[in-house]
């Protein structure tokens, strides 16, 4: 049997609302997640104190300063050879290029 074109129309205009209640439900958690995302995230005494302990464990130091001292310490550690595998990520960051031919690290400007 076929349906009528009412029936067709009621059964998509379930469809449609069960589709728009999911897109709703799905722009709700959008805009928790955004939100959440968007909030600095702050770390405990305790966090900090146990980030502190694992650098100086490694015997790394962590750079300080604004962003060009912290890039030319960085680099600094990385030819000393305090950092052993180098993130990509962080080189990018600190614009490090790692020159394959010698195994250096240069600086980009």
Known sequence: MSDTPDERMT????????????VKTLMEMVKALTEKLDKPVEKTPEERERIDKIFEKRQIGRPAGDYDSKRKQYHKMLLEG????PKEATLLYYKIFKDL???TYILLD
Do not use: H, R, Y
Not at 15 to 22: D, L, Y
């Open 11 to 22: 059964e998509l205009s379930k469809k449609i609302g069960i589709c728009n209640k999911n």
């Open 82 to 85: 305090k950092i052993k595998e």
């Open 101 to 103: 031919s010698d195994k």
